[in-house]
T-cell receptor, first 109, second 113 residues
Framework: SQELEQSPQSLIVQEGKNLTINCTSS?????LYWYKQKYGEGLIFLMMLQKGGEEKSHEKITAKLDEKKQQSSLHITASQPSHAGIYLC?????????FGAGTRLTVKP | EAGVTQFPSHSVIEKGQTVTLRCDPI?????LYWYRRVMGKEIKFLLHFVKESKQDESGMPNNRFLAERTGGTYSTLKVQPAELEDSGVYFC???????????FGNGTRLTVT
């Protein structure tokens, strides 16, 4: 089955700093999803990437999928306290979804 | 439109008791998924319904877990009898078609003491 590894496991940054979260797959990614979870809430869909080399942005968050479609990165520019939470990458696996372990992001004001 | 709703939001039960979790997907979503996040670990897939049929239940940990989706609408996940290691947050998600972005509920936090 698909194995997804996320790094780092946790991240503490000062407000205003940039950061990157990585997601590496053991198999070719045919659909890579980024979700964000805040404590007590469900997972919020951020972005979906499907094509090698694809890059998408939403507000200050940019996600990329490498050409080989085995690694994705999520980059946050000028982080804010509202960006704090757990970021998870998920991958399609025969129409099911598999997730990485998540990256816990803390943004210090 | 109403999102995915899960009930209860929290449940505290004793070992050996039974608990039933409910998930109401977004109306019209044929695909319904159950996931579980055990404290400190990744979210793990439990099973996938397409309408009322179990498409994939490979993630169900053992026969103490029973999921149903009668009529292809809401789904229930029953744990009987509950064990300590069943504690965690149970998420439900739905999608219109397979592979589409999932819409998640807020989860049910289950604590087995």
């Amino acid at each position: 089955s698909q194995e997804l590894e996320q790094s780092p496991q946790s991240l503490i940054v000062q407000e205003g700093k940039n950061l990157t979260i990585n997601c590496t797959s053991s198999k070719t990614l045919y659909g890579l999803y980024w979700y964000k979870q805040k404590y007590g809430e469900g997972l919020i869909f951020l972005m979906m990437l499907q094509k090698g080399g694809e890059e998408k942005s939403h507000e200050k968050i940019t996600a990329k999928l490498d050409e080989k479609k085995q690694q994705s990165s999520l980059h946050i520019t000028a982080s804010q306290p509202s960006h704090a939470g757990i970021y998870l990458c998920g991958a399609d696996n025969n129409n099911d979804m598999r997730f990485g372990a998540g990256t816990r992001l803390t943004v210090k004001p | 439109e109403a999102g995915v709703t899960q009930f209860p939001s929290h449940s505290v039960i004793e070992k050996g008791q039974t608990v039933t979790l409910r998930c109401d997907p977004i109306s019209g979503h044929d695909n319904l998924y159950w996931y579980r996040r055990v404290m400190g670990k990744e979210i793990k897939f439990l099973l996938h319904f397409v309408k009322e049929s179990k498409q994939d239940e490979s993630g169900m940990p053992n026969n103490r877990f029973l999921a149903e989706r009668t009529g292809g609408t809401y789904s229930t996940l029953k744990v009987q009898p509950a064990e300590l290691e069943d504690s965690g947050v149970y998420f439900c998600a739905s999608s219109l078609v397979g592979g589409a972005p999932l819409h998640f509920g807020n989860g049910t936090r289950l604590t087995v003491t």
